[in-house]
């Protein structure tokens, strides 16, 4: 029952980080996200890997919500397609998790693939550095997830680790990480 | 393969760095490229398909906070487009449900590959003007050939055997597409920066195909393929950017020489790879041989046009030039120790 509800909270909080164009929303969805992934983490066994993300994901979700004018920036105007893509991945999501398959990390299952899909397609459709940022910090806690669903494979922390350090760090790092001349001509061609 | 793969690229990078044109700056140049070939390595000795994702992000994510002309939003995409693709496939393929949903893995693997080097149908945004460190070159003719081996070698792992087939068809049918694609492209298009990006694109298509045969001859070839591209290619359009800039094509026997070289031609080492790949082609399917042949005579054009493009070479280009085509006739002629290397 917990698996559950921690993949809904999941799946709540990438919705929010898809509807959301300003850093309130952000870093709540972020941090949600990152309270799913680790309690899922937990619930199978990895308590290093439920403390590193919680560390990583709340710390981009804390820096996510220092940085920026303070808004919430929840539904602009013309995001009802985005309200639909949430929905029906969620749909989706669940129908492959719950109905689709047999395995027994359903609840897992479902919040890969409903952050994975999402996050990538607000990649994919966005605009806005800081936007692309609090999505990439929700892919990676999703993709060092990810290797949990492997049964017959043991994992081991590591994926967490980096997943949750990747989380941190694209939203801590500053905007530009090696500045200097990147035009044609003066940095190898 | 993958070993030796980090070689080559780290030789090309103390090639590009030792024989840079002045006005280059060095050090930022060995900077990122030591960055790049760091992940490389991580890539090369991860023991897992999901520690490579997650390697291949913070390189995405590194590569896209460069300063450029495209912002960060535009550059991320291709490359999160990619791991999202593999990362789903990888998913389908761990859970037990339907044998559809393993062929869908398989889909979303080949597919995360190719948007991850940049191959149709998911080809990376190009702007000629933008430097090569911050443009999609790097995915194509760096990361790309390490990457390609690793993502395969790890996904013959979790693949079901009775999926090889399928993902080998996947891998065929991309590269012809690349191939054709990318001959007719970099003939065709006005833009001469832009026609080498295509003929990067049919030098991969021609090693999904070696990939997809799945034989000892193909797996050759696309390591030949890879290293031509990585040796050969990649340095030669980083010395041809300063006469692309010109806008001054030449006629001269050294511009005869890069085209042979790009073309595949007998002595160099494309001709070795395309011989072992129409052998393994015929040995699987040989209409598809006389495809490959085809495409590989249409060649011809795109490259003269590519090595007339390169302009007259001086001072330390033209000594880079010379090692890039001395290399290349040795692989071409002796690329046996080589395969035997890489088994």
Known sequence: MIELAAALLAWLGAALVALADARRGLALGLALVT????VLAWATGQPVGAIALTLGGMTGAFQCWTAGPAKWGLMPPGSTARLVLCIAAGLLSLWISASVTTTRGAPLLFAVLVVLGLMAARVLTGRDAAVDRAAIACFALALGSSPALASSIPTGPV?????????????VAPATLLQGAARSGKDGG | ????????????????????????????LLTRGLVGLAGMGAIAIAPSLDLILLILL?????????????????????PVLAIALVAL??????????????????????AGLV???????????????????????PWIA??????????????????PADAGDAFGSMLIGLGLLNVLWGTVAAWRTENDAAAWRYSFLSDWGLVLCGFGLAIADGQGAALLLLLSIVLGRLPLYLWSRQALRDKAPTDRPINLLVAAALAGSAPFAGFAA???LLRGATQIYWPLAVVLAAAMLLWLPASLRLGRSMGVPRGRQAIGVAIVLAVSVFLGLYPQPLLALAG
């Open chain 1, 35 to 38: 309270i799913g992934f680790a």
């Open chain 1, 159 to 171: 994926p967490y680790i980096i997943g949750a350090l990747i989380a941190a760090a694209v939203i």
């Open chain 2, 1 to 28: 393969m993958a070993a030796e793969l980090l070689l080559a690229a780290a030789a090309t990078l103390s090639l590009a760095v030792v024989l840079a044109p002045p006005m280059v700056r060095r050090a930022s």
């Open chain 2, 58 to 78: 913070v390189l995405a994510v590194l590569q896209a906070g460069l300063v450029s002309h495209r912002d960060f939003a535009a550059r991320v995409r291709a």
């Open chain 2, 89 to 110: 496939g990888l998913a389908f393929e761990r859970i037990e449900g339907p044998a559809v949903l393993l062929r869908f893995g398989a889909v979303g693997i080949v």
């Open chain 2, 115 to 137: 948007a991850a080097i940049g191959l149709l149908p998911y080809l990376h945004e190009f702007d000629p003007e933008e430097s090569t460190i911050a443009s999609p070159i």
């Open chain 2, 142 to 159: 760096f990361v790309g050939p390490l990457l390609a081996v690793s993502v395969l070698a790890r996904a013959k792992q979790v693949l």
């Open chain 2, 274 to 276: 395309r011989v072992m």
